[in-house]
């Protein structure tokens, strides 16, 4: 069936000339597609869990304001005393409720490019106007001058870093985004989703910056599947935020579940060095190889750039050996022939290795 007038008609025509976000089926294959921990828990731990969420009420709605889990993640991840936290249901709902915050006709929405595909997205779909500002082709590292030059003309309401970058992996200069943030006649959204790979923050410096926000995500943690993400700042920005949040947008299984596995921090940041271990071994591997060039990354994924043949090439045949990558090659003009590849468990690293020989 193809488009009815009605449809034409009514839907926004931003959101008609957008394509949804696709995640392609990966059933069967190795999926090293999108940045998931490749480990399982303990049985034990398993099990404790499962114990837990059998007295859940799932009848009942879930904790509106969840006040007891934010207490925990304070604690947990050491979010300074004055700030505050509003939680999503995953950070790209963060990223939306944002958005939405200060979306109005003219309204600038930054970010340096290559970056999140969820910056532009989000702030296209709710009416704003998105720059992107090229990083430096080279290093992808960010280019200062640029972005200053690029704040001062177009005055955004909000500027996203994602530290480190997906998809290129580096983080990017402190004093740079210190600059940035100095610079910002809005906020400044450092997106830290690859905290537990990088180590380093800029949460310490909320105290600092009024305009500063720092976000995280339990997703690259290990919890992909649950939808946790949150956002620490000044009560000031995020008590407006919250009245965009819907109330129980965090399930109570979620709710349990995260309340539940936050005091095994533990046997996530053992993964979480495991995946290091992996991805230094991957990428030792992967700069022997002729024809790629691959990028240094601090978070759980690399980036590497086919020399010879297409990465549509590369990308079909890995498939066809039962690996699924993410293929970046049309994503933006520096990417071309770029490949993402998520760590994997050691097997599945070895599996991509070999098949990435028979290919290239
Ligand atoms: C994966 C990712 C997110 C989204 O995380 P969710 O919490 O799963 O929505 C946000 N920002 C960056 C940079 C990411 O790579």
């Known amino acids: ?87 999503g249901n995953g950070s790209d709902e963060i990223i939306q409720i944002l958005t939405l915050g200060v979306a ?62 997906n998809p290129t992996g580096n983080l990017f200069d402190e004093t740079a985004i210190i600059s940035v943030i100095e610079a910002a006649p809005g906020i400044v959204v450092l997106d830290e989703a690859y905290h537990v790979f990088a180590q380093k923050s ?36 995020l008590n407006e935020f919250e009245k965009l949040r819907m109330p129980y947008n965090i399930g109570v299984l979620t709710q349990r579940s995260v309340a539940f596995i936050l005091q095994h921090m533990d046997v996530l940041n053992r993964q979480a060095s495991l995946i290091l271990s992996e991805r230094d071994e991957l990428y030792k591997e992967l700069t022997n190889f002729e024809g790629i060039k691959v990028w240094p990354s601090d978070a759980n994924f690399l980036l590497f750039k086919s020399e010879n043949s297409s990465a549509d090439i590369i990308h079909l045949a890995l498939k066809e050996r039962g690996i699924m990558i993410k293929n970046l090659s049309t994503a933006h003009p520096y990417l071309q022939n770029c490949l993402r590849i998520a760590i994997g468990t050691q097997e599945e690293n070895e599996n991509l290795l070999s098949a990435l020989k028979e290919t290239i």
């Open 1 to 87: 069936m193809g488009k009815s007038n009605k449809v034409k008609r009514w839907i926004k025509p931003v959101v008609q000339s957008m394509s949804a976000y696709h995640a392609p089926p990966a059933e069967g294959l190795v999926k090293l597609d999108a940045m998931e921990n490749p480990y399982n828990w303990p049985e034990d731990i398993k099990q404790a869990w499962l114990t837990e969420l059998a007295s859940a009420e799932i009848n009942r709605y879930p904790d509106a304001e969840a006040e007891a889990l934010k207490e925990q993640i304070s604690s947990v991840f050491s979010i300074p005393q004055e700030a505050q936290l509003l939680l």
């Open 202 to 237: 800029f949460m310490p410096l909320l105290e600092k910056y009024e305009n500063l926000l720092v976000m995280r995500t339990l997703s690259k943690l290990g919890l992909a599947g649950l939808r946790l993400g949150f956002i620490a700042g000044c009560p000031a920005w």
């Open 104 to 165: 109005q006709p003219g309204t600038v929405i930054m970010a340096p490019e290559p970056s999140f595909a969820m910056y532009r997205m989000t702030a296209q779909i709710a009416g704003a106007e998105f720059v992107g500002v090229p990083l430096k082709q080279d290093d992808f590292s960010l280019d200062v001058d640029a972005m200053l030059a690029a704040i001062k003309q177009y005055q955004p309401a909000i500027i996203f870093l994602a530290w480190p970058n």
